[in-house]
């Protein structure tokens, strides 16, 4: 997965599209990830003895196909590739070919 934890990424496609979020957790097994402020769902807390009950609102998971890495530098969304250096795999810029990691 191209993604990783703590990526600016902005959504291309769905109801926020064009939005820019940071990613709080990834998870490439389900080739899903969580966007801070994105997919915002609503849940409905039942009441315990401790807690009173409530709506929270948390965001959802989405598809790691429908976002694309933001790059700070450009200002621009693009893609991300692979190159391998000194034997070890580096994410790299398709708009510019900057490493990024």
Known sequence: ???KKDD???VIT???KG????VLKAMPKENKIIVEGINIQTKHQK???KLRS????QEGPIDASNVLFYDNK????TRIGYKIEGGNKKRV???TGQILD
């Open 93 to 95: 810029s398709r708009r």
């Open 19 to 22: 939005k820019k979020g940071k």
């Open 47 to 49: 009441q315990t003895r």
């Open 54 to 57: 409530e709506i929270k609102h």
């Open 8 to 10: 600016t990424v902005v």
């Open 1 to 3: 997965m191209y993604i």
């Open 74 to 77: 450009e200002k621009a969304p």
């Open 14 to 16: 769905g109801k926020d």
